[in-house]
């Protein structure tokens, strides 16, 4: 009789951790079913029947860096200072790619030419989206800043996607209190610009 599959939720996890690891480790160019079956101690057959395919299996890593993100947020704890709080999230955001600059390139950049994110896995980033909308709003509820909550969300998230990318690469300074001037300098010229006359 042939032993039962154990394709079970735990062996998923298990893979799911894998390949988050191994976009580390290699980045894209390493990212290969059979490297992260390997390093699941696990068979390539097993991840298609759990992922579908390798689109399918970036699409859970997609979707993992978004709940990792969140995770992360959830940690913080608001103040009265609302922007304050506010500079604090994307602070958390830097610090999040500056710990996973490969899984922020899945989730920011798409660099898998396989994977093309279905309006369900722009969706994914929801979660994170309405939190940083929900902090823009309160800037606008008690007059710190002016304008529509989501378009200033959307300016404030590109701001900082670039501003780490060119940390990542190394083109924001070569110390770190110049890259922290520059982050705050930043966000201080835009949030000022956002100024309530």
Known sequence: MPRAKQRTPELRDRILHAAVA???????????????????ETSIPAVYELFGDKAGLVREVFFEGFRHLRARFDE?????????????????????VRENPILAEVMFSRPFTDFDPRPTELRA?????????????????VGLIAGDETDIAHVLLALAQGLAAQETAGWLGTS???????????F????DGLTTP
């Open 176 to 186: 770190n209190a110049s890259r922290d001037r520059r982050w705050a300098l930043a």
């Open 22 to 40: 191994m976009l580390a480790a290699e980045g894209v160019s390493g990212f290969t079913t059979r490297k992260i079956a390997q390093q699941a």
């Open 188 to 191: 201080q010229a835009v949030l």
């Open 76 to 96: 913080l704890t608001d103040t009265d200072d609302p922007r304050a709080d506010l500079i604090r999230i994307f602070g958390v955001l830097r610090s999040f």
């Open 125 to 141: 980033n929801r979660s994170v989206r309405e939190y940083i909308v929900g902090h823009v709003r309160r800037c606008v509820d």
